[in-house]
């Protein structure tokens, strides 16, 4: 399924937060938002999962407009993991995953068991089953909504900064799973390397606009990153993947 965002704005306060951006997510690419901190990455999301609606534009999914689409149909096909997510009752971990499947009319209950056991395997959450939620510690919530989002069996999955509060070896293989489950992402990064070693295709944005397209060995230039990230990047690859990492120092301030 493909996501299309066509010149989506959204204004707030006299202030363009997002402005104008056209991106495309074609059918299973693993697509990355990369800026600054305020540059409108999660602003941008939120549209897209249909928690804002935007002033001018439109979010397509195979283009039909999201907003206008029942949501129902948009929760069978997209999944959304926000940056920030609560929960008021102290569901269990089972209870919380299970909740990906509410969408779907043509569930049953030994089916629904069996989506939410392999999504939970998968996350490395299965250990957790009867937690509570609340209990949890930020790195296991983060691993049991990703299950959850893995159980709705979308096409299109939206990640806001999706290796929040995870350890580094649970950034990867949450990253390498999604990356390996065939779906359309577009996940929202604050990590240039992670974005690098596992984005297909990566938009910078800085001041609500898009300022830079293409493959990630492409766009983390250091000129650019210095211009919209203000740090001096040095490119290296690799020793296995080949893939684009960076080291930072700060730029030299004028005297």
């Known amino acids: 399924m493909r996501l299309d965002l066509d010149g989506v704005t959204v204004e707030a306060a006299g202030a363009r937060l997002v402005d104008d951006v056209r991106l495309t997510v074609p059918d299973g690419a693993f697509v990355g938002l990369v800026g600054p901190n305020g540059s409108g990455k999660s602003t941008l999301l939120r549209c897209v999962y249909r928690a804002l609606r935007p002033d001018a534009g439109a979010v397509l999914l195979d283009g039909d407009d999201v907003h206008a689409m029942p949501p129902r149909a948009v929760a069978r096909v997209l999944a959304a993991l926000p940056q920030e997510s609560s929960a008021e009752f102290d569901f269990t971990v089972t209870e919380v995953v299970a909740m990906g499947r509410l969408p779907h009319?043509?569930?049953?209950?030994?089916?629904?068991?069996?989506?939410?056991?392999?999504?939970?395997?998968?996350?490395?959450?299965?250990?957790?089953?009867?937690?509570?939620?609340?209990?949890?510690?930020?790195?296991?919530?983060?691993?049991?909504?990703?299950?959850?989002?893995?159980?709705?069996?979308?096409?299109?999955?939206?990640?806001?900064?999706?290796?929040?509060?995870?350890?580094?070896?649970?950034?990867?293989?949450?990253?390498?799973?999604?990356?390996?489950?065939?779906?359309?992402?577009?996940?929202?990064?604050?990590?240039?390397?992670?974005?690098?070693?596992?984005?297909?295709?990566?938009?910078?944005?800085?001041?609500?606009?898009?300022?830079?397209?293409?493959?990630?060995?492409?766009?983390?230039?250091?000129?650019?990153?210095?211009?919209?990230?203000?740090?001096?990047?040095?490119?290296?690859?690799?020793p296995v993947t080949g893939a684009v990492q960076l080291l930072f120092d700060l730029l030299p301030t004028a005297l």
């Open 105 to 238: 009319r043509d569930r049953t209950a030994r089916s629904d068991r069996e989506i939410c056991a392999r999504a939970m395997t998968a996350t490395g959450v299965a250990h957790l089953a009867d937690r509570g939620f609340l209990s949890l510690s930020g790195g296991e919530k983060q691993r049991v909504l990703i299950a959850r989002a893995l159980a709705q069996q979308p096409k299109v999955l939206v990640l806001d900064e999706p290796t929040n509060h995870l350890d580094i070896a649970h950034q990867l293989e949450v990253l390498s799973l999604v990356r390996a489950s065939g779906l359309g992402v577009l996940a929202a990064l604050h990590d240039l390397n992670l974005a690098a070693a596992h984005c297909d295709l990566l938009h910078v944005i800085a001041g609500g606009r898009i300022v830079a397209t293409g493959a990630p060995h492409d766009v983390l230039r250091p000129e650019l990153l210095a211009e919209v990230f203000g740090v001096h990047a040095h490119p290296l690859r690799h």
